[in-house]
């Protein structure tokens, strides 16, 4: 919601005024019913396409590969729906560009973190304890395998990538602590509110800077690493991660934004002013 004034016409006006004219945004309003059913079904088809293979690997009803390469594409599409929806609004849902960036964001949060609690942390202590050398006949391992299989440094204890993890999974464990609080204790309290978005945006920028050197060091060694051919490369190593790529992009900036606005609206409270 906004105010109009006159152009030129803010001169003489005192800064709760001011506000007034700004948009409004309210970052605790309900998901729409549609993207909250579109957001519960792409978590349980994510679970599955995960654990079927998985357990029919273990249970040798089918080989780890292609069962690799094909869930490694079928995991792509809960993970990019949730992106997409977040932006779409419910017929006569009028929701604000910064409104829809939050929602984004808060949809993302479980799934890089959960990925990177539970796939990379569960990788890097099998790591250091010396089990993930593994090949195509560990069917336990079949998780981590089928895409080391591709990118072939989680099998060989490459200590580059033991650092980028560890970070990986530092900034992953702060976002899903934040997304806990972000629904629950900071969703009307806008000072722990800000407090998250720091944390948050802190978080992405590990993140980013990890996925950027995971990259860059595989690219400096000539893609020494990276096997089975075409999809090993377009699909697993560079598909697969192109969302822990796009996302923190896209949230960043827009967190600077929330954090504007809330430390504004707090100014204007605090002064008397007539603002949300």
């Not at 893609?223 to 697993?236: D, E, M, S, T």
Request: a negative charge.
């Amino acid at each position: 919601m906004s105010v109009s004034t006159v152009p030129g016409d803010e001169r003489g006006l005192s800064e709760n005024q001011v506000m007034t004219s700004t948009e409004r945004h309210d970052f605790s309003r309900p998901w729409a019913p549609f993207r909250k059913k579109t957001y519960i079904g792409v978590s349980v088809l994510a679970a599955l396409i995960c654990f079927v293979p998985f357990i029919g690997v273990i249970a040798q009803w089918w080989a780890p590969e292609p069962s690799g390469t094909i869930a490694a594409g079928l995991v792509c599409i809960p993970i990019i729906i949730p992106m997409v929806v977040a932006w779409i609004d419910a017929p006569g849902e009028n929701r604000t560009t910064l409104e829809r960036a939050y929602e984004f964001m808060i949809v993302w949060f479980p799934i890089t973190a959960l990925s990177q609690v539970l796939w990379e942390l569960t990788w890097l202590v099998g790591d250091l304890l010396g089990y993930m050398h593994l090949t195509a006949d560990d069917h336990w391992g079949w998780f981590w395998w089928f895409y080391g299989a591709a990118d072939t440094r989680y099998l060989i204890s490459d200590g580059g990538l033991f650092g980028m993890e560890s970070m990986a999974v530092f900034g992953g464990t702060i976002l899903i602590y934040q997304w806990f609080l972000l629904l629950g204790k900071a969703r009307h309290d806008d000072a722990m509110r800000i407090r998250c978005l720091w944390r948050s945006f802190f978080s992405f920028a590990v993140m980013l800077t990890v996925i950027c050197i995971y990259y860059i060091a595989e690219l400096r060694d000539g893609l020494v690493h990276i096997q089975q051919g075409f999809w090993g490369l377009w699909l697993k190593f560079i598909f697969m991660n192109i969302p822990w790529l796009v996302a923190p992009i896209v949230c960043m900036p827009f967190i600077i934004k929330q954090v504007a606005y809330l430390y504004r609206a707090g100014a204007s409270a605090a002064t008397g002013g007539d603002h949300k």
